[in-house]
């Protein structure tokens, strides 16, 4: 699985966008990208997952450089209980196992 | 929400007892994960789990093991805890199709 690199922390004041970098240079053609976030040593918690193209659903947008070695979650409107660790994670669809690797992730603070 | 739960939430226990931390779901998943986390810490995979009778070690070593007798439920025990256990433990489960993994709230166990 390819490895990923995002920042150790970032703030986004509250109600503007909060865009979160990930880059992953070594990300293989059948490689989605996976966004978790993890809120207070909660369970980690889904938000989005795309291939190549930009996705979007109700919790946030995922772009995806058109090289694919970076992307970008943004959440669209930021709220104090946004606030939490967010996991960029690369790896296949599917498969036998399902793993995930979680790394370090990027520590989000949003401030009133 | 996801339909997955652990029991107990928080354990505080003796050294040298017996415990099992229990996880169910409903959603029918065939694979079954358990992690581990340190405050502050990355999540390490411990178990994982395709189904009905494989179990699988994950990237971290765990003295735990775990069974799978069923399709919905998937037990970590540690047969005599010591204080090197003291932990968060998670456990989540994934569909067919995208590595979409569903959490549980966690067990935090103290061993004193």
């Known amino acids: 699985d390819a490895k990923t690199t995002q920042p150790t922390s970032m703030d986004c004041a509250e109600g503007r966008a909060a865009n979160l970098p990930c880059n992953h240079s070594t990300i293989s053609g059948n490689e989605y990208v996976y966004w978790y976030r993890q809120i207070h040593s909660q369970g980690p918690q889904y938000i989005i997952h795309?291939?190549?193209n930009n996705e979007t659903n109700e919790m946030a947008s995922l772009i995806i450089t058109e090289d694919r070695k970076s992307s970008t979650l943004i959440l669209p409107h930021a709220t104090l209980r946004d606030t939490a660790v967010y996991y960029c994670i690369v790896r296949v669809a599917g498969g036998n196992t399902g793993k995930l690797i979680f790394g370090q992730g990027t520590t989000l603070q949003v401030k009133p | 929400e996801a339909d997955i739960y652990q029991t107990p939430r928080y354990l505080v226990i003796g050294t040298g007892k017996k415990i099992t931390l229990e996880c169910s779901q409903t959603?029918?998943?065939?694979?079954m994960y358990w992690y581990q986390q340190d405050p502050g810490m990355e999540l390490h995979l411990i178990h994982y789990s395709y189904g009905v009778n494989s179990t699988e070690k994950g990237d971290l070593s765990s003295e735990s093991t775990v069974s799978r007798i069923r399709t919905e439920h998937f037990p970590l025990t540690l047969e005599s805890a010591r204080p090197s256990h003291t932990s968060q433990y998670l456990c989540a489960s994934s569909g067919q199709g995208p590595n979409i993994q569903y959490f549980g709230a966690g067990t935090r166990l103290s061993v004193l």
């Open positions: 795309g291939l190549k």
């Open positions: 959603m029918g998943h065939d694979k």
